[in-house]
């Protein structure tokens, strides 16, 4: 089963997306990284500058949508904002969301490391390891150690490994399957 999977925000957008296979193991991974940096310029507004770089990310997720085709869809969602920034990057996790087609099946940070890493409060180290040592063929290495940006991919791949441990997941597999 193809699927497609997402950890959103602003600044890093990490998308991967593969197969499932019988053993609901994620396989043939690939993925890309979004990365969208606010208009050094004076010249645009904020809310200019704002929409263009999500456009940016609309158009690469949508891309990979089209070219993917996915049977199902994953992403990590935030579970709240502390600060302007914070608020700014959940809008944007719930707008990447609203875009998916299939609906997403939606998981929160926490039921990601607890699901993945088994540690509700695991580091951005811990998930990257995780997934290196599991996938190594998969992150972006320098001198055999991940670069610090694949931690959106990292979470990008946690978020499909929980979704497919999800009732939700299960129900649709039955589905699918017939």
């Known amino acids: 089963m193809k699927f497609m ?18 053993n609901d193991e994620l396989v043939d991974l690939k993925y890309i990284l979004v990365t969208t940096k606010p208009d050094p ?6 809310s200019s500058d704002l ?3 999500c456009s940016e990310i609309y158009q690469r997720v949508n891309n990979i949508l089209q070219e993917v085709d996915p049977s199902v869809t994953f992403i990590e969602t935030p579970s709240g904002s502390q600060n302007y920034s914070s608020a700014l990057s959940y809008a944007i ?5 609203a ?17 993945t890493v088994k540690d509700k409060t695991a580091s951005k180290l811990k998930m990257i390891d995780y997934v290196h040592e599991k996938y190594p063929y998969l992150l972006k290495l320098r001198k055999g150690i991940p670069l610090k940006d694949m931690e959106h991919i ?25």
């Open 41 to 46: 310029s004076k010249s645009i507004r904020k």
């Open 99 to 115: 875009i998916l087609s299939p609906p997403p099946i939606e998981l929160t940070p926490t039921e990601v490391k607890v699901r």
């Open 154 to 178: 990292a979470d990008a791949v946690c978020a499909a490994e929980a979704g497919v441990q999800s009732s939700t997941y299960k129900q649709l597999k039955k589905f699918i399957d017939g």
């Open 51 to 53: 929409v263009s770089r």
């Open 5 to 22: 999977s997402i950890d959103p925000s602003l600044r890093n957008t990490g998308i991967v997306w593969g197969n499932i296979n019988g």
């Open 93 to 97: 996790s719930c707008y990447t969301a």
